[in-house]
């Protein structure tokens, strides 16, 4: 109706000949001369797989992204993208720092790999990010100014006593960021399972309000699409968020001065500078990484 489509010109392409929203954004393409070959993504092809930490010698695959040819296009902000320019708009008004560290994953990379076909078992997916979102709550409870917000005029800090952690999602619809509420109660299996239900509900554009709203400190694991280092942006009300870069295999020393093949990811904290400073960050992110180089010590502070 907005496009004033008459549908009987529309080629369905869902089941039993039903119009998706990809067939009409096709014929308003080829309306517009600027002919789209169908995205992988319109026609539900699995995404490519990102790098995986053992997989030395496999190449990486690159995606390919849909290529647009013909005349200029104008298309409306809207939807998610509306709240991106938002969300992102207010952030700027935040005085940001950025701090960056590099943690050696080696050891839960072999703990995962344990992990992982005993979640499976139960139906979960278990990737890394249960890990670093359960390392990142232990964190926050003896850091709680970053799991804090500020109110307007920045004349009260409100700490937050849930841990509501984002995660920033790259969905067909574009970026989302659900939260996995009460980290602080979960065990890494329940967080697993919390993120496998939120991704599913993302890829199918399903989330509801509760999913997304209430965060209080956010991670970005842009490393599972590609990338070393990435300067997160604040997601406002919330006061400091993480990206994780890609894992990789990389010579390191151990404590006797050997060289050894070390699993390394780099991190990027990004934090409101008003009111953390970034000797503050420095401990947290120590802290969070000693979680994460020796996931035994996790244990000791699991409930
Ligand atoms: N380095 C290397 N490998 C990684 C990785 C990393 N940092 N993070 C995940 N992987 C691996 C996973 O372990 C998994 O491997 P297996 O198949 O062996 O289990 C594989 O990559 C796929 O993981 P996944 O993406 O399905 O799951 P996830 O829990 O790691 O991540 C999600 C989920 C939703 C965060 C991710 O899919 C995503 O959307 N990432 C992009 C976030 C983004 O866009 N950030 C930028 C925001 S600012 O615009």
């Known amino acids: 109706m907005e496009n004033n489509i008459k549908l009987s010109e529309v080629v369905g392409s869902g089941k039993d000949g039903r119009i998706l929203k990809e067939d009409i954004l096709n014929f308003l393409e080829k309306q517009t001369g600027a002919i789209l070959p169908p995205s992988p993504k319109a026609e539900m092809m699995p995404p490519p797989s990102p790098p995986k930490p053992k997989d030395k010698t496999v190449p990486i695959p690159i995606s390919r992204p849909p290529v647009f040819t013909g005349k200029d296009k104008t298309e409306p ?9 938002k969300t992102m708009t207010a952030a700027l008004k935040i005085p940001h720092f950025v701090y960056c560290d590099e943690v050696d994953v080696t050891e839960l990379v072999k703990l995962r790999e344990e992990l992982k076909p005993v979640a499976l078992s139960r139906g979960i997916k278990l990737s890394f990010l249960p890990f670093f979102v359960k390392a990142a709550s232990l964190g926050l409870l003896q850091f709680p100014i970053l799991n804090a917000s500020v109110d307007e005029g920045c004349q009260n800090i409100i700490y937050k006593a849930s ?5 920033a999602m790259d969905t067909q619809q574009g970026l989302i960021v659900p939260n996995v509420k009460n980290v602080q109660l979960c065990s890494v299996f329940e967080i697993a399972t919390e993120l496998n239900r939120l991704q599913k509900l993302g890829a199918a554009g399903q989330l509801s309000t509760t999913d997304v709203t209430g965060g209080t400190f956010t991670l970005s694991n842009i490393g599972s699409v590609g990338g070393t280092y990435a300067k997160p942006v604040i997601v406002p ?6 990206a994780l870069g890609s894992i990789r295999a990389l010579p390191r020393f151990n ?9 390394v990811m780099n991190v990027s904290w990004s934090a409101d500078h008003r009111i953390i400073d970034g000797a503050t960050m420095s401990r947290f992110c120590n802290l969070w990484k000693s979680y994460l180089e020796n996931p035994a010590f996790m244990l000791l502070d699991l409930k």
């Open 77 to 85: 902000i809207k939807g998610f993208q509306k709240t991106m320019v």
């Open 163 to 167: 841990h509501n952690i984002g995660i």
């Open 237 to 242: 009300p919330e006061v400091a968020i993480g």
């Open 255 to 263: 404590q006797k001065g050997e060289v050894y093949q070390a699993q």
